[in-house]
């Protein structure tokens, strides 16, 4: 696997395997990888001829009063994971290589609607970053496809939105999420759980399947199937944030006749904000 550090360097080596009649698949992360992550590289080997991975931990997506300096950096081993699954390329920009006009006065993408509720009500502007940087390292790598986890549900909606919208000719594919054998989510935050946290963090997973064979079943009064898991989750130990039973074309609350939702769900946890969510077909 070759690493590359300059979008020059990246162009030059993408385009002679484009000419070489290469179909591209790209894999956008931020490092700290971990099996979920490995999921995604495999499915672009699947799919395409040549894997590029990106690391690069977008200060643009980060709030305030978020884990920006604690993000944890790993390059060396996360090198070592993509080697080891066949990823062809790591691209890994420096900050003035993606915002070399600095982070404020640029161009930004936003996608309205869908990036301003759930996940966007705890983290305004979150999603502005998310498509503003998967918008340029598209420009970038020129893909033609790219993979993104589904336990990023809202993220993965929002970037399907923006290509759409953009006429980006990038096939977005999702990916279903990892898991620990607990049920847990795969998550590069997970890192920040104690022994007694680890042991706690399931109960997300756990508390949603609970509540999705409550709707299987028949029950139909979401407002109530939601306050009663924010108090299950609270009585286990979590904070609350949001849990949302949801239409899954756009993520507003379903009526009696819909049929195809899905509940998204995030909780604070120690540092840690967990988020989860599961497909629901009625
Ligand atoms: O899901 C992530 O890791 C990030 O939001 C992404 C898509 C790499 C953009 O920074």
Redesign the pocket.
């Known amino acids: 696997m070759q690493t590359i550090h300059s979008i020059a360097e990246l162009r030059a080596a993408l385009n002679a395997e484009r000419k070489a009649g290469k179909r591209i698949g790209f894999v ?3 490092g700290n990888l971990h099996t979920g992550h490995i999921q995604l590289i495999h499915q672009s080997n699947a799919t395409a001829d040549i894997t590029v991975a990106s690391i ?1 931990v ?1 200060p643009l ?1 980060f709030g305030e009063n978020e884990d920006l300096d604690a993000y944890p950096r790993t390059m060396a081993s996360d090198q070592d994971k993509l080697a080891a699954a066949d990823c062809d390329y790591l691209f890994a920009p420096n900050i003035e290589e993606m915002y070399p006009n600095g982070q404020v006065i640029q161009t930004q993408v936003e996608v309205p609607g869908i990036s301003d509720i759930h996940c966007g009500t705890t983290r305004p502007g979150h999603f502005r970053g ?1 498509a503003t ?2 918008c340029k390292l598209f420009g970038m790598v020129q893909p033609d496809v790219a993979i ?1 986890g589904e336990k ?1 549900f809202q ?1 993965l909606m929002v970037i399907r939105r923006m290509t759409e919208d953009l006429f980006l000719p990038v096939e977005v594919q999702g990916s279903p999420i990892a898991r620990a054998e607990n049920g847990l989510a795969l998550s590069s935050r997970n890192g920040y759980l104690s022994a007694e946290e680890l042991a706690i963090a399931p109960t997300l997973n756990s508390t949603i399947r609970e509540t999705v064979k409550q709707i299987t079943a028949g029950r139909r009064d979401y407002a109530q199937l939601q306050e009663e898991a924010q108090d299950a989750l609270e009585a286990a130990g979590f904070q609350r944030d949001y849990y949302s039973i949801c239409r899954r074309h756009d993520l507003q609350p379903p009526t009696s006749t819909d049929s195809e939702l899905v509940l998204l769900a995030a909780a604070y946890l120690g540092k840690a904000r967990l988020i989860d969510n599961m497909i629901i077909d009625i």
């Open positions: 956008p992360t931020m690069f977008n997506q998310v940087v998967v993104f990023d993220q």
